[in-house]
Nanobody
Framework: QVQLVESGGGLVQAGGSLRLSCAAS????????MHWYRQVPGKQRELVAA???????NYRDSVKGRFTISWDNAKNTVYLQMNSLKPEDTAVYYC?????????WGQGTQVTVSS
């Protein structure tokens, strides 16, 4: 079992920054990948960024150059630094950990970007 708890969401003006955190607990030694997703009401959840335990990262095109995912192994926490935020980044952001065929999800944190 893996437990994930996100924090750091909020309301920010366009052009601003936020840093999301995802604290993992439980069977964390089994985690090799961590993902950040986001979802807008009425739309499918979409992958925003991913990172491996070795530090390899991947981003969806719309956030490249603006978002940075990182993993602090000592704190068992994954971060999503979001800069130059746009109104279209408004969504509920979730972290996820796929472990041996099961995907564990956090509860989500709301990010709202005002224009």
């Amino acid at each position: 079992q893996v437990q994930l708890v996100e924090s750091g969401g909020g309301l920010v003006q366009a052009g601003g920054s936020l840093r999301l955190s995802c604290a993992a607990s439980g069977s964390i030694f089994r985690i090799d990948f961590m993902h950040w997703y986001r979802q807008v009401p009425g739309k499918q959840r979409e992958l925003v960024a991913a990172i491996t335990s070795g530090g390899v990262t991947n981003y969806r095109d719309s956030v490249k150059g603006r978002f940075t995912i990182s993993w602090d192994n000592a704190k068992n926490t994954v971060y999503l630094q979001m800069n130059s935020l746009k109104p279209e980044d408004t969504a509920v952001y979730y972290c996820a950990a796929p472990v041996r065929g099961t995907v564990y999800w956090g509860q989500g944190t709301q990010v709202t970007v005002s224009s």
